[in-house]
């Protein structure tokens, strides 16, 4: 009997990967991981952190140099790698993350890269970090009904955080409920951010280890059809709660958050390995924004003064205008398809995933949608570097200062920002103008990535007809509601 049922076992495995190779349709793995940094990454550069995992992805796929999420922070980039569009396109303008109990933040007649997978016959899943909004207002009683929600844009299921581990209802979201509520009694958010309603709060040290068993799981139950997998870990933002497993990095908690995310990637890669399906997955791994360098993060300023680059060589990082802010790690592996062990200078950007996926699966998109997304599919295949996939990139800071990269040249644009009264009352319009003049004036700068990847020369002053014009592209870009080309048709 036991062998009978090896056999039935190893039999339902083969033919779940027969299934996916006949469909003709790769699964597809998206990870995004949690501000994590570029120099963070042994195939990155990085040294006394454990990150095998990470490394076998670029050794079996593609390692991207010039890979950019679309905001400093994380909501901006969640928006525009759900949806393929610029978060500033929004009524939020100013940078910033969305509130924990903020209403759901994408349309749900909105293209996502959940639905395009979901039209194409995918069986689509989220797990993890979430902060995209929940319901059609603010949320002030979790223990109602979460919608609409990740359900409503295209996933089959979801299990996950609100936002942070350190915002409540600390607890899981499964589907569309807080788990662990006691019946009868409203889930409430209490002055300080303590929870009242349910029954256990989680334990943070242990969600990662949670959150990877719920991934794994899933894939197993679904692996007899093409399936499409969000994993938003919550590693390595803080708070920085590694698993008491992971001890021992020379840069303290941060190094073993570090080296628990990488085992996290490796269960997942075990896993399709387990159920061969590797062969037929395409995996990408990412971060939201670039990690954290500014003092008032303890772990990380330790992780600093141990030798720890937690973004390379780049200037700034999390929150700031700079390119440790935006540029970040990206590993693309899909086996036959993806040359192994190659590196591309491609400039890509998040926006980028939902038009590549809708034209890997001959999706369509409607006008309207996905207004920023170029379709970057060339980029992860070709055997070498070849014409531009994208001819620009915008980015925008968590303080509201727009980035313009344009070939080998950045523009930081400081002067003459645009005003935000259409969205802002009267009153706060004041204050900003007045904390702008007594700040002095602001000057635009300009950078050559290619000869100064670290932005330590502004060289707008020899270069001020190129500058005009890339703000004058920037100005326009931002007036005309897309900039992906066909967009508009």
Request: net charge positive; hydrophobic share 35%.
């Amino acid at each position: 009997m036991k062998r009978l049922s090896s056999l039935l076992a190893v039999l339902a495995v083969t033919t779940a990967a027969l299934a996916a190779e006949s469909s003709g349709k790769p699964n597809i793995v998206v990870i995004l991981s949690d501000d994590y940094g570029w120099g963070s990454v042994g195939c990155y550069g990085a040294t006394g952190v454990k990150t095998p995992n990470l490394d076998r992805l670029a050794r079996e796929g593609r390692r991207f140099t010039h890979a950019y999420a679309p905001g400093s922070v994380c909501s901006p980039t969640r928006y525009g790698l759900m949806t393929g569009r610029y978060y500033w396109r929004t009524p939020v303008k100013d940078g910033k993350v969305l509130p924990v109990n903020a209403p759901l933040h994408i349309e749900t007649n909105r293209v996502t890269l959940a639905s395009v997978c979901k039209s194409a016959g995918y069986r689509t899943a989220g797990f993890g970090k979430w902060h995209l909004g929940l319901t059609s207002a603010r949320v002030t009683d979790w223990s109602g009904r979460l919608a609409p929600g990740p359900l409503q844009i295209g996933f089959d299921h979801f299990h996950g955080m609100a936002a942070n581990i350190g915002n409540s209802p600390h607890s899981f979201i499964d589907d569309e409920e807080v788990t662990g509520h006691i019946p009868g009694e409203p889930i409430t958010v209490e002055a300080g951010g303590s929870t009242s309603g349910i029954k256990l709060a989680w334990k943070p040290d242990h969600i990662m280890e949670t959150l990877t068993t719920r991934v794994c799981e899933w894939i197993e139950a679904n692996r007899e059809k093409p399936f499409f997998v969000y994993y938003a870990p919550n590693a390595v933002h803080e708070p920085i709660v590694p698993n008491p497993k992971f001890t021992g990095s020379p840069y303290g908690k941060y190094g073993d958050f570090i080296n628990e995310l990488d085992w996290s990637v490796g269960q997942v890669l075990a896993t399709l390995d387990k159920l061969k399906l590797a062969d037929n997955t395409l995996v990408i791994f990412t971060s939201d924004n670039g990690g954290v360098v500014a003092p008032g993060n303890a772990d990380c300023q330790t992780a600093i003064k141990a030798g720890l680059k937690i973004n390379g060589n780049l200037k700034g990082g999390k929150h700031s205008e700079w390119e440790g802010g935006f540029r970040e790690p990206f590993l693309v592996r899909w086996p036959g398809k993806v040359p192994p062990g190659t590196v591309s200078e491609q400039v890509i950007c998040h926006t980028d995933l939902v038009a590549t996926f809708a034209s890997l699966l001959n999706a369509p998109l409607p006008k309207g949608n996905a207004e920023d997304s170029f379709d970057v599919s060339r980029a992860f295949t070709e055997a070498k570097t070849g014409a531009p996939v994208r001819d620009h990139v915008i980015l925008q800071s968590a303080g509201a200062i727009y980035d313009l990269r344009m070939g080998d040249w950045k523009l930081v644009e400081r002067a003459n920002a645009p005003d935000f009264e259409s969205v802002r009352n009267k009153k706060k319009t004041e204050a900003a103008e007045k904390k702008k003049k007594n700040a002095g004036v602001q000057h635009d700068e300009l950078y050559n990535l290619k000869q100064d990847p670290a932005e330590t020369k502004n060289v707008l002053a020899a270069n001020a007809e190129l500058a005009a014009k890339m703000k004058k592209f920037l100005r326009e870009a931002r007036g005309r509601g897309f900039t992906r080309p066909d967009a508009g048709k």
